[in-house]
T-cell receptor, first 114, second 113 residues
């Protein structure tokens, strides 16, 4: 069956270092991918998205890379800050019509060491 | 910045009781969703709603669940007879017309005892 999953359950990085969070997906029909951040006690917060016709997209301090050949998605956070500590989820959406549910992967906890 | 709001933040109920979780989506949004997250697990899709009807629902969303948009601002999730395994965080989300991100509310923690 289709699935979206993350490679590692936790990631600990030094403040100021770059973080890379990886995600594998299995549904080759997915055309839209999103990274969400979830802080304790809060709902998922949109970070960045990418469509399947792109392989890279940059935001403020964040970059998402999409490799459709190996069905791999990654989130890069530059100069990681304590406020980046949270659980990160990748999610995919199969189409842009009314059937637009998000399928989430298992979260990975990012812990930033001061 | 507009945001999705949810009430209550925490609901405790006894098994077999009915609960209604309330959401106020962002005002110009047209697509509405409910998701749930069991403690320590991933976020799971429950149902999507558009044009006053359900667009899609998951296997979780059985006959015990229902959704309603009773007026122009609220979007509710009702669980008719709660079970212990319904204990979870329930998130409402909304998005505007066309492709785009879903905005999530802060969630309601449902505890069934």
């Amino acid at each position: 069956g289709e699935s979206v999953g993350l490679h590692l359950p936790t990631l600990s990085v030094q403040e100021g270092d770059n973080s890379i969070i990886n995600c594998a997906y299995s549904n080759s029909a997915s055309d839209y991918f999103i990274w969400y951040k979830q802080e304790s006690g809060k709902g998922p917060q949109f970070i960045i998205d990418i469509r399947s016709n792109m392989d890279k997209r940059q935001g403020q301090r964040v970059t998402v890379l999409l490799n459709k050949t190996v069905k791999h998605l990654s989130l890069q956070i530059a100069a990681t800050q304590p406020g980046d500590s949270a659980v990160y989820f990748c999610a995919e959406k199969g189409e842009t019509g009314a059937n637009s549910k998000l399928t989430f992967g298992k979260g990975i906890t990012l812990s930033v060491r001061p | 910045e507009p945001e999705v709001t949810q009430t209550p933040s925490h609901q405790v109920t006894q098994m077999g009781q009915e609960v209604i979780l309330r959401c106020v989506p962002i005002s110009n949004h047209l697509y509405f969703y409910w998701y749930r997250q069991i403690l320590g697990q991933k976020v799971e899709f429950l149902v999507s709603f558009y044009n006053n009807e359900i667009s899609e629902k998951s296997e979780i969303f059985d006959d015990q669940f229902s959704v309603e948009r009773p007026d122009g601002s609220n979007f509710t999730l009702k669980i008719r007879s709660t079970k212990l395994e319904d204990s979870a965080m329930y998130f409402c989300a909304s998005r505007e017309q066309g492709p785009g991100e879903q905005y999530f509310g802060p969630g309601t923690r449902l505890t069934v005892t």
